[in-house]
């Protein structure tokens, strides 16, 4: 998938600057793509040459002016092609800390455990930042009311997806901090 389509999804939910959308990033996609505001930036310049984005200069005072994007016809048009496109391959994970589990039979296990540990403070730390997200979509309503009402569920269905994807990161982590420290245990018996 090309940064492109990550950042026409965000500009669904309307006009954004540069700036806007990098922080949004955080908090819409964050949960399925990342990337730096300077990659944004240089899209954004992309996809208004090539007509997908229009972009207006917003004069400020004691701020530097800002230029706010919105998706053109041909930027609606463009995701919807997208959205038809037959998907190439699932995700291939690319996890440094999957390589250093790997790793820790003959790696410092302490150090292992740690990093184990440090995902799992990220990822309750991501939980509890989707969880607030969630209860503002939600508004006060219950889902089957929110999934009747909503303008878009698409930012819904995917933050549902990320909380999945924490909750797993927790529970994988829990696992392998026991089995990790059961395996510790066994080398300090073998050692004496």
């Known amino acids: 998938m090309a940064l492109r389509n990550a950042v026409m999804a965000a500009l669904l939910e309307g006009e954004a600057s540069g700036y806007d959308l990098a922080k949004g990033f955080d908090a819409t996609v964050a949960n399925f793509w990342t990337a730096t505001p300077q990659q944004l930036y240089r899209e954004l310049e992309r996809m208004e040459a090539e007509g997908l984005v229009t972009a207006r200069v917003v004069e400020q005072e004691r701020r530097p002016n800002k230029r706010l994007f919105a998706l053109t016809a041909a930027g609606r048009a463009a995701v919807r092609a997208y959205t038809a496109e037959p998907l190439t391959r699932p995700a291939a994970v690319r996890d440094e800390l999957l390589v250093k589990v790997q790793c820790a039979d003959a790696g410092d296990l302490a150090a292992v455990r740690a990093a184990v540990a440090e995902r799992m403070a990220w990822a309750t730390a991501k939980l509890a930042r989707y969880e607030r997200i969630r209860q503002r979509l939600l ?3 219950s ?16 933050l549902l997806r990320g909380m999945a994807f924490e909750r797993e990161n927790l529970q994988w982590g829990d696992l392998a901090l026991r089995r990790l420290a059961q395996r510790a245990g066994a080398d300090e018996q073998q050692s004496e």
């Open 139 to 141: 508004a006060g309503r």
């Open 143 to 158: 889902e089957e009311a929110f999934f009747a009402e909503a303008e878009r569920v698409g930012p819904y269905l995917t």
